[in-house]
């Protein structure tokens, strides 16, 4: 009986690659996070204006510490989580395993401890002049690469921030009651440069 080594080869180079476009931050949310509270974090509230990218996971990083956070399965109507204060970009955004980078401007955005922070609608294919335009791309890792060494080598969509904070607001508020007397405040997101 002669073995074939392809199909092992095969499977060993998919795991190395699978390796690349995982995001290996934890997940932390506002209902079972037993490490933020409203004295040591703030809760991100948010959504994706493009329902075609409903289900998306978005990785937050903190420009600071260089610490990423990820939230998996962001819904269309609303997403939020709990981040420490600080100043965070989004570094990689996308259904599945289909990581979009940052090109150029990255959207940023502010988070205070003890605050409901809105950080906006998130709308995918932006025009030209639309304020806090900020480009993203396919995501490209070498073999064995870690995620913060992956490049993005060209834009592939335009991306900007709508604000429906009291919308959006209300309707995080109604679906966590344990919430509803928490100050709100806007932490709109900005592309930078």
């Not at 994706?48 to 510490?65: L, V």
């Not at 959207?107 to 922070?117: E, K, R």
């Not at 969509?157 to 508020?173: E, L, P, R």
Request: include cysteine; charged fraction near 10%.
């Amino acid at each position: 009986m002669k073995l074939s080594s392809t199909p092992l080869l095969l499977a060993c180079m998919g795991s190395v690659i699978a390796g690349c476009t995982t995001l290996p931050s934890p997940e932390y949310t506002v209902t079972n996070d037993e490490k933020f509270n409203l004295q040591n974090a703030g809760i991100i509230v948010g959504s994706i204006d493009d329902a075609a990218y409903a289900g998306a996971d978005i990785q937050f990083r903190d420009t600071s510490s260089g610490s990423t956070y990820t939230i998996t399965d962001a819904n269309a109507s609303e997403f939020s989580m709990w981040l420490p204060a600080g100043t965070y970009s989004v570094s990689a955004i996308g259904p599945s395993k289909a990581w979009l980078g940052t090109y150029s401007r990255p959207l940023t955005f502010s988070v205070s401890n003890g605050a409901i922070n809105y950080i906006g609608d998130l709308s995918y294919g932006c025009v030209q002049q639309s304020p806090n335009l900020a480009w993203y791309g396919q995501r490209y890792c070498g073999i064995g690469s870690l995620p913060e060494q992956c490049t993005t080598a060209h834009p592939l969509t335009s991306m900007c921030i709508i604000d429906n904070q009291q919308q959006a607001v209300n309707a995080f508020k109604d679906r966590f009651s344990q919430f509803a007397d928490t100050p709100q405040m806007s932490a709109l997101m900005t592309s930078s440069e």
